[in-house]
């Protein structure tokens, strides 16, 4: 499956930002999906995940109950609505597939999109 995110951007602290991300190729349903970011000079991180078919999702501590991902499988496409934006939000973004459950560790996941800046000023 290939990725292709977007949707990011520069936005004031306590703005918002929607995420896609489509995927093309084998059956979208097969996939579990993700999102992970990496700000400059840390490691890359979960961010939140869904399962196929988004009856489940899980996030990271640091944006539970500002972010919310979800998936249209007729469309191909994950989002992730960010919502009360930070500082510290600021990284690429990036949407993954995964052939297993949902993870928060990057390495279970098994396709990658190119990334998509954030930038949240103060």
């Known amino acids: 499956v290939q990725l292709q995110a977007s949707g990011g951007g520069l936005v004031q602290a306590g703005g918002s930002l929607r995420l896609s991300c489509a995927a093309s190729?084998?059956?979208?349903?097969?996939?579990?999906m993700g999102w992970f970011r990496q700000a400059p000079g840390k490691e890359r991180e979960f961010v939140a995940a869904?399962?196929?078919?988004?009856?489940?999702?899980y996030y990271a501590d640091s944006v539970k109950g500002r972010f919310t991902i979800s998936r249209d499988n007729p469309k191909n496409t994950v989002y992730l609505q960010m919502n009360s934006l930070k500082p510290e939000d600021t990284a690429v973004y990036y949407c993954?597939?995964?052939?297993?459950?949902?993870?928060?560790?990057?390495?279970?996941?098994?396709?990658w999109g190119q990334g998509t800046q954030v930038t949240v000023s103060s």
């Open positions: 993954a597939a995964s052939i297993s459950a949902p993870s928060r560790a990057s390495s279970q996941y098994h396709y």
């Open positions: 190729g084998r059956a979208f349903t097969s996939y579990s």
């Open positions: 869904i399962t196929w078919n988004g009856a489940y999702t």
